[in-house]
């Protein structure tokens, strides 16, 4: 699946049109999940996959499979420009995610009903917590931390410990 | 174990969400550009641990317009940075100057027919291509709109020209769970940079449905996805935009429904 991947950046990065219909086949599917569940609205989860795709065609060349794998690549750039879109959205005084004096207000992903969540799913509810935040909220650590009135050492320590268990929870299937 | 090093594993994992902040980000930011193999194997660890958790969710098909609208753009882009065609070019020119200054005036000819040959041959596969690539995308419009017919469920509604282009006129096949096929007549290509775009609008701010041109005809169709929850519909409306696309319309209203 990597060596694919990474062959199909290559061939983008030459211009190589087929190359990319197989590459948008092979991760469309698998990044627009990530997309809707952060921007929480279909109709602009597919002009931000666009971007995605757009971008990764005229960045293909930049593309250096010695730092990570192509879905890794792909994922990041995605979550980013969702967070751009929602971030442009909250200028507009559409508030997504609420300030901290607002207990109920959640970020983008957090606690709907019906969403898939995967391998969050087999994280405790504390870990799952703050990674849903930071990583589909786009919160930093000092904003989770006055979110839940909780010192910032135990928010670090909570992502830490998220991100190992889902290692842990990825390696084992 | 490197006990001292163990605060940047910590920042490592926050970074990697994009949580760290202030002056910490900066502090390992320039960490990491000081150059750090543990600390940047561990941020990559962490991302294709991200990127699992993108696979562990189950896969979401987009709608197909977007492979489509990517098709088209792509194609443009890629007919003009073929590095192929430059080295044909460069190669071609080397020829014909080698025999120009051997006297071989026949041979001269001969490699000029070849590259006529070569440059109409490269036109037409081009032109076939782009002419494939319209009918299957025509093809697959008109087949999604025969799809939506047959459904009682499906609305037609009327669009009508507004202040720039009163001619222009518009059809929308709309259902609500299956989406809609738009219709467009007598509407002019939009202008270079700019895109027609779609909105549905229902109770709140209208919500963007696609991008989409038209021809030198001023003909144009476009498939949208429905209203996330099936949310009905009250009306369609078409603004000029930039090429891109925009999340809340800014330019002028070229069409609505009555």
Known sequence: MTTTGADLIRRMATGDQVAFTRFYDLYASLVFPLIVHIVRERAEATHVLREVFWEAWRRASKYDAARGSPEAWLVARARSRALERIRARRKRGETLVGSADDPSATAPGAEEPGVQHGALDRLPETQREVLELAYYGGLTQTEISERFKQPLGTVRTRIRLALARLREVAQAT | ?258
Not at chain 2, 67 to 86: D, H, I, K, Y
Not at chain 2, 93 to 121: C, I, K
């Open chain 2, 1 to 258: 174990m490197n006990r001292g090093h163990e605060p940047f594993d910590t920042l490592a994992a926050v970074y990697a969400v994009g949580a760290l902040d202030g002056v910490e980000r900066r502090e390992f930011e320039a960490h990491l550009s000081g150059g750090c193999p543990r600390c940047a194997a561990t941020l990559s660890e962490h991302r294709e641990t991200l990127a699992a958790l993108a696979r562990s969710v189950p896969p979401l098909a987009p709608p197909p317009e977007v492979e489509v609208a990517l098709a088209r753009r792509v194609g443009a882009t890629a007919r003009g940075r073929r590095p192929w065609l430059s080295w044909f070019v460069a190669t071609a020119a080397a020829v014909v100057g080698t025999a120009w200054f051997t006297g071989a005036f026949v041979a001269a000819r001969y490699e000029a027919w070849l590259g006529l040959m070569a440059r109409e041959s490269a036109a037409l596969r081009v032109r076939l291509e782009r002419d494939a690539a319209a009918l299957n995308e025509q093809l697959a419009q008109y087949r999604g709109a025969a799809d939506l017919l047959r459904d009682p469920v499906t609305q037609v509604v009327a669009l009508r020209g507004l202040g720039p282009s009163p001619e222009a006129t518009g059809r929308v096949i709309w259902h609500p769970t299956a989406g809609g096929q738009l219709f467009v007549a007598n509407l002019p290509p939009a202008p270079p940079g700019k895109a027609y775009e779609l909105w549905t609008i229902a109770d709140a701010a209208p919500r963007p449905a696609g991008v989409f041109g038209v021809d030198a005809a001023g003909l144009g169709n476009h498939r949208f996805a429905p209203v996330e929850g099936g949310k009905p519909v009250k009306g369609f409306a078409i603004t000029l935009e930039p090429e891109d696309g925009v999340p809340a319309p800014t330019g002028p209203m070229v069409l609505a429904s009555k």
